[in-house]
């Protein structure tokens, strides 16, 4: 059953990561399709051996899916811990998908930019992301709904004329839709420190923003998933939508005014300027050690760019490229898996390491400022 | 906005995703009873719903409907749907549509239920737009935005009084 190197997967990042550099707000758009399968508990409730006779529906048809080349398909009881933590950082498995073993299973394409898994929290959930600003939620949408009507053609797919499609939550019922929005405010996190940011974000938006990296609630570097279901189908399918692009657009409106304001408003200015300098000296004297905050060292330094405040000795195409491989390289099981690091001591060395290395040496940042004494 | 309540996070919350107490039926029975419960359920529903009419149940099993307070697929009960908010394979959406549709049942559904077309309750209130506009105003004052924020106070003066 198991296809595809792990280690290959280690080395090569998810595509969305391959954004995180860029200087957009809306990195992309995550479209998902939930199905569930005609006369069987849903997974939660289910027997290893219904959830296995589910499998053997699903698989197939997943393989025979035109356009869609699986490089990596594993039942979850083949991967061990480390795996599976690493594919739970990169959230290409759910908390729930990472507890399970027999007749669950995770399929990922070569691009790493559509997952499968069968059997996690819905029989089959597709996860296809959608790079871009400007019509990542668009084209999401347009793409989920033919692949949700092909499935639907080709699989004994639950629904009921009253309620749509049917999953195992009530609320969760109707389209087999949902998307989640990959953002990415460095400025407001700046502006509003993080935490403050994420009870601004849920009063804004009728959703559940999350840290996307999976690690408690310490720092994040501005970087969200926000999750959402659609709930219904027809016109109030089309409505939630509305308002899901609503919400959207004044984060990004509200990050790009606060990008002005870091770099117009002399008091921010300044403020941002002074934690522009400490960055760069505590990357350089290795004093940014652990995950978290090496991920808000990287999105400061990677804002301090994009606005012109620090200029690098390379491209700005090569520049964001190697900003986006770094808040990936750093994370805790990348290092694991890659360079077999598995002290947190030790992972904590080789991260002052790649940041001094990538900030002083790759990328020779420097301030395009006077240097201010303090 | 209560009700689009994130599902996964009020599920783990009570614990329905840790696949320790994953399997209810389980749950619902001794281990060694469930079996036979499971059996006689099945039984005793033997061609009651093995045409799947999209009908359910209801017309005809009359002498049976205290039996279909669980569902013969998934052995999940009309209390298991009360205590989680959650059902438990498809078939569930037939044996407890009258729970499901009724006023004590999810709002969604109902209105659903009633007009296909309706929209679920995604903060379609009138207060939504001065909902949205304050939390704006909450953050330019955070961010010491003064300007941004007399410009949104200035806003929710102009809306509609409610
Ligand atoms: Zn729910
Ligand atoms: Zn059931």
């Not at chain 1, 279901?229 to 939508?241: N, V």
């Amino acid at each position: 059953m198991k296809k595809g190197d792990f280690q290959r997967l280690a080395v090569n990042p998810p595509a969305y990561a391959n954004y995180f550099g860029q200087p957009r707000v809306l990195l992309g758009t995550l479209g998902i399709v939930e199905l569930n399968i005609n006369g069987f508990p849903f997974p939660g409730w289910s027997t290893v051996e219904k959830s296995r006779q589910v499998a053997h529906i699903i698989l197939p048809v997943l393989n025979k899916l035109k356009g869609v080349n699986w490089s990596f398909q594993s039942e979850m009881s083949e991967l061990d811990s480390i795996q599976r933590r690493f594919l739970l950082e990169r959230m290409q498995i759910t908390y729930a998908m990472a507890a399970r073993n027999e007749a669950c299973h995770v399929l990922i394409n070569d691009k790493q930019d559509m997952e499968a898994y069968v059997n996690d929290e819905e029989e089959l959930l597709i996860l296809r992301f959608f790079p871009g600003e400007e019509d990542s939620i668009s084209r999401a949408e347009d793409t989920c709904r033919k692949l949700r009507d092909e499935l639907t053609e080709l699989l004994p797919v639950a629904r009921h004329p009253k309620f749509g499609y049917l999953s195992a939550c009530p609320e969760k019922t109707g389209s087999g839709l949902w998307y989640s929005f990959l953002l990415h405010t460095p400025a407001m996190q700046i502006l509003n420190g993080n935490r403050q940011l994420q009870t601004e974000l849920e009063q804004l938006v009728p959703m559940d923003p999350q840290p996307l990296f999976p690690r408690g609630n310490g720092a994040h570097a501005g970087l969200y998933w926000l999750h959402t279901y659609t709930i219904s189908f027809g016109k109030a399918a089309r409505r939630t939508m509305e308002k899901l692009h609503i919400a959207v657009n004044d984060i990004i409106a509200l990050e790009r005014r606060a990008r002005t304001r870091l770099l117009m408003e002399p008091k921010k200015r300044q403020k941002f300027l002074a934690l522009l300098e400490k960055m760069l000296v505590k990357t350089e004297r290795g004093e940014v050690k652990t995950f978290n905050a090496s991920l808000e060292a990287l999105s400061a330094l990677q804002l301090g760019h994009e606005l012109g405040l620090l200029r690098a000795r390379r491209s700005k195409a090569s520049t964001t490229k190697l900003f986006s491989a770094a808040y990936f390289d750093i994370a805790p099981t990348s290092l694991a898996l890659k360079q077999k690091l598995l002290s947190p001591r030790r992972r904590h060395e080789a991260r002052i390491d790649y940041l001094r290395k990538l900030v002083h040496e790759k990328l020779e940042l420097q301030p395009t400022f006077r240097q201010q004494k303090s | 906005m209560k009700d689009l309540a994130l599902c996964r996070d009020c599920a783990r919350a009570r614990g329905v995703f840790d696949p320790r107490k994953l399997s209810l039926s389980h749950n619902v029975f001794p281990a060694e009873l469930s079996g036979e419960v499971e059996e006689f359920i099945r039984r005793m529903l033997d061609g009651v719903l093995s045409e799947g009419d999209e009908e359910g149940i209801g017309e005809k099993s009359s002498p049976l409907p205290d039996l279909l307070t669980k569902c013969p697929t998934c052995n999940y009960s009309l209390e298991n749907y009360r205590e989680l908010g959650m059902l438990g394979c498809p078939e569930c959406y037939k044996i407890f549509a009258s729970e499901l549709t009724s006023p004590q049942g999810s709002s969604n559904l109902e209105t659903m239920a009633h007009d296909p077309g309706a929209a679920p309750d995604f903060g379609d209130s009138p207060d939504m737009e001065r909902k949205r506009l304050e939390t704006l105003l909450q953050i330019a004052v955070n961010e010491e935005n003064y300007e941004e924020a007399a410009r949104l106070r200035d806003l929710i003066k102009t809306l509609p009084k409610t």
